[in-house]
């Protein structure tokens, strides 16, 4: 557990990295990328941190379901 | 400490409890609705949104971002040490959580006081109402979360907080992170 924790991590700092990164290109699917990467983190937060990956599908689906329709509004607007 | 054992496959046990899901599933709905209404401003006023974007620092968000994460991996890892009977690595990451907690709170009040002398106030413009609302709401989140794990440390070193509690507190931490998370790239890298 304390290893899929550390990997996490990990990839946590390196999505927040390239999101900064990124964010300076000039590119009509960049808001896309970021949020995109948005989307990754909070899924990867919720289920390796606060364990998600455990919990019933209900409470998983309301997390992913989440994520996808904020990136889609936002999209949309 | 009482230990017991949950089945979180259980719809009424997700980790951190069902009263702490209903709260983090109304925090989530409530910023997710406010970061879509800064979005719908935007895209009515993309120029000025743009501008006021480009005055803000996206290195102060890039690494209030990675303390957060910091944060919220220390506070997994508190938990884990807890679940397997390790307490005092339990009590030195929860301290180390709080210290990543309250980095950030220190580089916010950097970045508010610098945009105060800017004269980049609330009442500046549209996206700068929207900046102070998000981060000063989510800022509070921060101060109630260090709290509620203060308080949990003291518990935990008096042998008085069981698993649960210690996880709902993770959780309401962690909701911290989640929220973060959204508001980041919409208000330093967005527009």
């Known amino acids: ?77 | 400490m009482k230990q017991t054992t949950i089945n979180y496959s259980n719809i009424y046990y997700p980790p951190g409890g069902i009263l702490m899901w209903i709260i983090i599933s109304l925090e989530l709905i409530t910023f997710g609705m406010a970061i879509i209404a800064m979005v719908y401003c935007g895209k009515q006023e993309p120029d000025l949104f743009h501008q006021s974007r480009m005055l803000l620092n996206p290195v102060y968000g890039i690494l209030n971002t990675i303390l957060l994460l910091t944060s919220g991996f220390c506070m997994a890892i508190s938990v884990h040490y807890l679940k397997i009977n390790i307490p005092q690595k339990s009590k030195i990451l929860l301290l180390v959580t709080m210290l990543f907690g309250i980095l950030f709170l220190l580089i916010k009040t950097f970045e508010y006081n610098e945009k105060i002398n800017l004269g980049l106030d609330i009442n500046h413009n549209l996206f700068f109402t929207f900046y102070w609302l998000l981060t000063l709401f989510h800022v509070i989140h921060v101060i109630v979360g260090l709290v509620i794990l203060g308080s949990v440390y003291f518990g935990l070193r008096k042998e008085k907080t069981n698993i649960e509690d210690v996880e709902a507190s993770a959780s309401f931490w962690h909701m911290c992170d989640l929220i973060w998370l959204f508001i980041f790239p919409i208000i330093y890298l967005f527009f």
């Open chain 1, 1 to 77: 557990m304390k290893k899929s924790i550390t990997i996490t991590y990990v990839f946590l700092i390196l999505l927040t990295v390239i999101s900064g990164i990124i964010s300076g290109a000039i590119n009509k699917n960049i808001s896309f990328i970021i949020l995109l990467l948005s989307a990754l983190k909070f899924i990867g937060v919720s289920f390796y941190f606060m364990d998600l990956k455990k919990a019933h599908t209900f409470w998983q689906s309301i997390i992913i379901g989440y994520a996808i329709a904020l990136v889609i509004i936002v999209l949309m607007i």
